[in-house]
């Protein structure tokens, strides 16, 4: 049974830092990427970023120079260090693991709210 579980999300200011933590069950062996989507109220989940058992990343547009992904293969961990949060990142955080099946598993969400 895979199991993904996320934490670091909170309350913090505008031009603040975060840093979002995801760790699956499954082997690193049968992980092909960890990645990590958000949701605020009223839109459609979208994703933020990416990256792959072999260090591909890939990151939305908007995030890019602000949030860095990166991972610990050893702990099937993955992790998500946002900076210079604007209160248009306010969203519930998932992260989705991806085996090398193409079967996605999905954790239950970390929120983050950035406000003053």
């Known amino acids: 049974q895979v199991q993904v579980v996320e934490s670091g999300g909170g309350l913090v200011q505008p031009g603040g830092s975060l840093r979002l933590s995801c760790a699956a069950s499954r082997s690193v062996f049968s992980i092909y990427t960890m990645g990590w989507y958000r949701q605020a109220p009223g839109k459609q989940r979208e994703f933020v970023a990416s990256?792959?058992?072999?260090?591909?990343?890939n990151y939305r547009d908007s995030v890019k120079g602000r949030f860095t992904i990166s991972r610990d293969n050893a702990k099937n961990t993955v992790y998500l260090q946002m900076s210079s949060l604007k209160p248009e990142d306010t969203a519930v955080y998932y992260c989705?693991?991806?085996?090398?099946?193409?079967?996605?598993?999905w954790g239950q969400g970390t929120q983050v709210t950035v406000s003053s």
């Open positions: 990256i792959t058992s072999g260090g591909t990343i």
């Open positions: 989705k693991t991806r085996d090398i099946n193409f079967n996605d598993y």
